[in-house]
């Protein structure tokens, strides 16, 4: 039983961390932005576009941190985009979003295909479990360097936006566009800077992908990624903390279906594979009651509206 | 990459007016020798994967060069309706007679359907599924026996594993990919019968994150060499390398991506299969319907071996080889049974690489971990 469990539940645990840092990432800096009204479904082009340019920066640089430090740039650059164009009048930020979606994929397509081919330098992992004998343990605990930031963001962005006066203008601007107003803020002034600054926060998955897993630039890496760390947002209900956990639970969720293969257990991988996305079907069914308004959510979303 | 959408009456108008041209001019064009064609290529994914689609560009680049050939090419087309468009618009628009759709799901019913509209154009479909009687003449599949080279690499992979396990990541359950499997183990067990194969499917050609969870995976469970069939090799090639574990390549030569973990590798080459279809539209001749080939015929290769392969493996390797390339060498042959104990070739029994039962394999043989 021990040759199953264990295995199975390494390979899990480091999955999590290996598979959910992307998640978390994009789910972060969504978190962020809906938290001040307004939705990114271009959030999924950001992270295409920053996996690219992180590729790309690492590999022209030489240095995977400065590949890092571009996704970020090009990250914020893109929702920047999106961010401006949503403050005019009359641009539903739903649409906007899927344009911005296509934009940084058909970008990232398009600059990227010279980077299909060669090998950048990646990210070193953190390794924690050099003392412990099993291998197995000792790749599990291999850690994604960017995941620790990660972790730090969640708790920075939980403390910010409960406890400080910047955190109460986002969460105000989110919830009654026209108390800020009346309270003399300009609402497309702090939404646009929380989308910047939620694509350079998701852009840091982008980076993950490309310079540590993975590892490298394909047109098909992301393939839904960032839409699943969108949906995740709800499922967190807009909490940065919750969001760690959910990267880590649909992380989990996606490294159990060649775990389990891997160990023997072969019958109906095709479901287990369909994991994560199950989780995200299940996840918008408990999330969309008629009767009430989801808790947690910012009121001034366009989808509460 | 969208094409105009294509109305009924326009393509009738415009197929028609090549139909008649066609027919008018067969006379004095059945004269000449070679005529010049406009061929389509259409690939699943991008054609520098260092994998599947980068095999087939690598051809195609080929017959870019060749005199009287206008090559009209479009990547990233998935296998649905889109392909669909894709085809019709080579037709209609570039005027297209020859059609390479080269990924597996292309063939039905999207190959199948345009074929039926576009009775005078040929296509040519990688894969294995084209069936006298069943299918249209003006279509066909080619395809390479490439289970020799992955016979091969099993051979390798067999002399260097210590822990007796190999891996083989694979997207999905198809016929060529488990023929792949199979005939990776069969080399392998021929070094060393204990040794065994875990197999992980991850559902489809190209999930870059996955095959890296898959290999992970395997490497924790004490797999020591991996091949797969995947389109693009590239994640777990560099995955394994990561892992300090060797790796055999598969559709083209990415030794350059991990030069201390790659072993050898099952190559395609393209150019022989496309040039013989395509002299036969250029010359008038019958579509080729069903064209396979092997080492012999040249439609595959094996990468040259990585320096850490010892001499005895390397002798082993190419005296099979030497028996494949003079057709004396059976990979499928009885007594062979599959993983749940059932015997699938009987004693006696062997199958020619031209046997088309092996090409609806549909078992996974003793010493596969794994099901379909």
């Known amino acids: ?305 | 990459m969208e094409h105009k959408q294509w109305n009924r009456r326009q393509w009738i108008q415009t197929t028609g007016a090549a139909g008649a041209s066609l027919v008018a001019g067969a006379w004095p064009l059945g004269a000449q020798a070679q005529s010049p064609i406009t061929i389509g290529v259409i690939y699943v994914g991008p054609r520098d994967d260092y994998g599947y689609n980068q095999a087939h560009a690598e051809a195609t680049a080929k017959l870019k060069k060749m005199p009287g050939i206008k090559v009209v090419e479009e990547e990233n087309v998935p296998e649905t309706q889109a392909v669909q468009k894709t085809m019709q618009g080579m037709i209609s628009q570039d005027g297209a007679t020859l059609l390479f759709p080269t990924s597996f799901g292309y063939f039905d019913p999207h190959m199948i359907a345009i074929a039926g509209k576009n009775p005078n154009v040929r296509f040519s479909h990688c894969g294995g599924l084209w069936t006298a009687g069943k299918h249209p003449t003006n279509t066909g599949s080619y395809f390479g026996y490439i289970d020799e080279g992955q016979y091969l690499n099993g051979v390798i992979a067999g002399h260097m594993s210590k822990s007796k396990k190999i891996g083989f990541v694979a997207a999905k359950p198809i016929p060529q990919v488990l023929r792949n499997i199979n005939a990776f183990t069969l080399g392998a067990r021929s070094v060393d019968p204990k040794i065994t194969t875990t197999v992980i499917f991850t559902g489809d050609w190209s999930m870059p994150v996955k095959e890296a969870e898959a290999t992970n995976s395997l490497a924790d469970q004490g797999v020591d060499v991996f091949t797969m069939h995947v389109d693009g090799p590239k994640v777990v090639i560099e995955t394994a390398a990561k892992r300090g574990k060797f790796v055999c390549g598969y559709h083209a030569n990415q030794s350059k991506l991990a030069p201390a973990a790659y072993l050898t590798g099952a190559e395609w080459n393209w150019s022989s299969a496309m040039n013989s279809i395509i002299d036969a539209a250029r010359t008038g001749k019958p579509h080729p319907n069903f064209v396979r080939g092997g080492l012999k015929a040249g439609f595959i290769k094996p990468s040259p071996y990585g320096s850490m392969v010892p001499e005895a493996a390397r002798k082993n390797a190419d005296a099979i080889k030497a028996k494949m390339v003079a057709d004396q060498f059976d990979i499928f042959a009885g007594e062979l049974k599959d993983n749940t104990g059932k015997v699938v070739i009987p004693r006696g029994q062997a199958f020619k690489q031209t046997a088309i039962e092996l090409e609806s394999m549909n078992y996974l043989i003793e010493g596969v971990i794994g099901k379909i």
């Open chain 1, 1 to 305: 039983m021990n040759d199953i469990v264990l295995p199975v539940l390494w390979a899990v645990l480091g999955g999590a961390i290996r598979v959910g840092t992307p998640f978390l990432f994009v789910s972060l800096g969504e978190c962020l932005t809906e938290q001040s009204g307004r939705i990114n479904l271009g959030l999924e082009g950001v992270l295409v576009l920053s996996s690219m340019a992180a590729f790309g920066g690492a590999y022209l640089s030489g240095s995977a941190w400065a590949g890092v430090a571009l996704a970020m740039v090009a990250g914020a650059l893109l929702a920047g985009v999106h961010g401006v164009l949503c403050g005019l009048r009359r641009v539903n930020d739903i649409a906007m979003g899927i344009a911005v979606m296509m934009l940084g994929t058909g970008l990232a397509f398009y600059l990227g295909k010279p980077l299909i081919q060669p090998q950048a330098p990646t990210l070193q992992p953190i390794v924690l479990g050099g003392a412990s004998s099993s291998a197995q343990l000792q790749a599990a605990l291999s850690i994604n360097p960017l995941f620790p930031i990660g972790v730090v963001i969640a708790l920075a962005l939980a403390w910010l936006l409960a406890n400080t006066r910047w955190g109460l203008i986002v969460r105000m601007v989110g919830d009654s566009s026209d108390a800020a107003r009346a309270q003399g803020i300009s609402v497309n002034r702090v939404r646009t800077s929380t989308t910047m600054a939620g694509g350079a926060i998701a852009g840091l998955g982008g980076a993950s992908l490309t310079l540590f897993y993975p590892g490298s630039w394909n047109e098909l890496l992301s393939s839904g990624q960032g839409l699943i760390a969108i949906a995740l947002v709800i499922f967190a209900r807009w909490r940065p903390l919750a969001c760690l956990w959910a990267s880590l639970l649909f992380g989990g969720a996606g490294a159990l279906g060649p775990a389990l293969q891997s160990v023997g257990i072969n019958s109906a991988y095709y479901l287990f594979n369909a994991v994560p996305y199950a989780l995200t079907l299940l996840i918008l069914i408990l999330a969309c009651t008629p009767h009430r308004r989801l808790q947690g959510a910012p009121s001034e979303l366009s989808v509460q509206r």
